[in-house]
């Protein structure tokens, strides 16, 4: 397993165009996590998916902002009618359940990111 | 809610020198403390973690952390850097013990510059 991959690495949009990003997790894990960074900042954290269940969202994720995990594997976001302020780096994240008890601080694992710009 | 704070925004250091990194938190409950190490167009990488028991906690590559309870911070220390270790640095903090999932928080990040 060669860890978390994201495509397309790069993408450079026009304003109003849509756009959709792919991520592979790590096959043996069930929790995928999307993040948005922008420059000089930390990962900011979009959504998370339990399989294929989305059990939360963040308020950044607007309503042109939706992401899918339709077979428990690879999950898309797509950004409807890009607006320059969704320029940023769109980074996944994938981890195993761990605990039953609950969160036991499982590490997740990053992908590359996918770099997004928006004219 | 937790927030995580890295006073720090660059720190250059000559090699073979020490450096430390600061990083503080705010949690009203109990918590799991990251680094996370990003090197120039790379992904994001897990460089330690606390997550219960000894306060100190070690990686692979010579950097270490202590959780300090009082005083909330969570700081990274290397006796000596190399120019290998040049990257952004990101402390992240999460609940501890949650029954949901695992938001974890980051903070902005400290880029090291490590100077020949």
């Known amino acids: 397993d060669t860890g978390v991959s994201q495509n397309p690495r790069h993408k450079i949009t026009k304003r109003g165009q849509n756009v959709t990003f792919r991520c592979d997790p790590i096959?043996?894990?069930?929790?995928l996590y999307w993040y948005r960074q922008t420059l000089g900042q930390g990962p900011e954290f979009l959504t998370y998916?339990?399989?294929?269940?989305?059990?939360?969202k963040s308020r950044l994720l607007s309503d042109r902002f939706s992401a899918e995990r339709p077979k428990g594997s690879f999950s898309t976001l797509e950004i409807q009618r890009t607006e320059q302020g969704d320029s940023a780096m769109y980074l996944c994240?994938?981890?195993?359940?761990?605990?039953?008890?609950?969160?036991?601080?499982?590490?997740?694992?990053f992908g590359p990111g996918t770099r997004l710009l928006v004219l | 809610a937790q927030s995580v704070t890295q006073l720090d925004s660059q720190v250059p250091v000559f090699e073979e020198a020490p450096v430390e990194l600061r990083c503080n938190y705010s949690?009203?409950?109990?918590?799991?403390l990251f680094w996370y190490v990003q090197y120039p167009n790379q992904g994001l990488q897990l460089l330690l973690k606390?997550?219960?028991?000894?306060?100190l906690v070690e990686s692979i590559n010579g950097f270490e952390a202590e959780f300090n309870k009082s005083q909330t911070s969570f700081h990274l220390r290397k006796p000596s850097v190399h120019i290998s270790d040049t990257a952004e640095y990101f402390c992240?903090?999460?609940?501890?013990?949650?029954?949901?999932?695992?938001?974890?928080?980051f903070g902005p990040g400290t880029s090291l510059s490590v100077i020949p």
């Open positions: 606390y997550l219960s028991g000894s306060t």
């Open positions: 949690s009203s409950v109990s918590v799991y």
């Open positions: 992240a903090v999460t609940e501890a013990g949650g029954t949901s999932y695992d938001k974890v928080i």
């Open positions: 998916f339990q399989n294929e269940a989305q059990l939360e």
């Open positions: 994240a994938s981890s195993s359940e761990g605990s039953l008890a609950g969160y036991s601080g499982e590490t997740q694992y």
């Open positions: 096959s043996e894990h069930n929790r």
